[in-house]
């Protein structure tokens, strides 16, 4: 996913399933300086901060 991609998911009123290695979460915040997604895990509510090149859409 690339930042833009990422930015419009954050702040779309759509539901738009993301994964992380595999898992699906939710993008809660993107920080467009360090090109990184604050996201947490549906299954386990980790909270993580990735680089959006390692989020995915389905």
Do not use: F, K
């Amino acid at each position: 996913m690339d930042l833009r991609q990422a930015l419009d998911i954050v702040n779309s009123p759509e539901r738009v399933v993301v994964t992380y290695e595999g898992d699906p979460v939710w993008i809660d915040e993107v920080d467009p300086d360090s090109g990184t997604a604050l996201i947490h895990s549906e299954t386990t509510g980790r909270m993580d901060r990735v680089r959006v090149e390692r989020l995915h859409t389905q």
